[in-house]
């Protein structure tokens, strides 16, 4: 199925509408298809630009040349880069002219339709457990995505939709992409700035959604966010999220819609812990999270995403929600038990005293293995004794799943850019494995 190019659409209707920061819909269109004249059609478009306007540009340009989009972290070296046939990694400063969208440019030999069937971006994992590997989605995987948030979120006719997180991911560019389908806003930060995001959240006009990850949250409410004035949403995924972190979000009037996603699912695939509009989670008799629907890619064998992470559904609410338990391959057993850590760490978040945890298993000679927590402290925390976590702990797992043994870390534990735990990099005894 074709359909007019969501960025032509856009531009058609909403000419003066901004479309990221204050470039509108119409400037935009002019300088994507001016720079879309130079691309390769049907081949591999790297970007390596920074988060921002020239960032979008060049993405509609290449979507618009009909090419394979191919973010690329910039902070990668060239040898970490994957194989592209172009690399766009210097904003286009070309010549621009007004082109009326829906019409073709002439000498451009493009017209603005998107084939819902063709790979349109080229996305890598963000390799938290294993090497980051590649994942072709679809036209019709974004779209499909897009209408699926906007059936769990709503949309504002006039929304505006902060993006802290990086470009590289999927999770960011479901904001450009959203934004565009919708015909509304991507507000873009190159980085998360503490400051920066609780002054524009804190204004009269400030974003309508943003995007977050638990760490992110915690920043802004240490900092003082209390009842933004215009949020409808903070969508907040990318990690497990802490039961004191919601709890403290409600207190002071933010509204979070906790979300989970994946790459292969072209992002969002609950929120609230509902499937999205058309998506469909069942789990597996060993308690995998296993997803289908359209908009897991194409390339997924069977239409079915073995996601790897274990679940369960609420029998208590009648709307039985998806509760994220922790992923297959990071279960510790000890003792024949099962341990996830990811419920082990959201405890010890929960502890005033506690910034962040991992948790991680060591082998023992009796147990098989041993659940071992490495913590971080608040800068403005007294020092728990190892006692004192235990008893916090106790109070809310079994005691199988106790830690048996405690590291305190003075430095940042390791997280991709979208804020998840590098796994991979963390060894029992706390040191990062490089």
Known sequence: MVVESWLARAARTHPDRPAVNALSYGALFERARAAAAGLPRGGRVGLALPPGEDFVVALHAALLAGALV???DP????????????????????QTRSVAPGRQCN????????DLDAPAILVHTSGTTSAPKPVELTYGNWLWSALGSATALGVDPHERWLCTLP????GGLS???RSAIYGTTAIVHERFDTERVLALLSGADGPTVVSLVPTTLARLLDAGLREPAALRWALLGGAPLPEPLLARAAAAGVPV???????EACSQVTTFGAPLFCTTVRLADDGEILVSGPTVAP????GVIHTGDLGAFDDTDPDRPLRIVGRKADTIVTGGENVAPAEVEAVLEGHPAVLEAAVVGRPDPEWGEAVVALVRLRADAAPPDPGELRDHCAAQLARFKLPKAYTFVAEPLPRTASGKLLRRRISADGVDRP
């Open 175 to 177: 904001i450009l992409l």
């Open 70 to 72: 191919v973010p690329v």
């Open 167 to 170: 470009l590289s991911h999927v």
């Open 299 to 302: 390339s997924v064998p069977g």
């Open 257 to 263: 819609a906790p979300t989970y996603g994946m790459t």
């Open 75 to 94: 902070r990668l070296t060239e040898a970490e880069r994957p194989d592209v046939d172009v690399l766009v990694d210097a904003p286009h400063r070309g």
């Open 107 to 114: 000498g451009t030999g493009l017209t603005p339709v998107h």
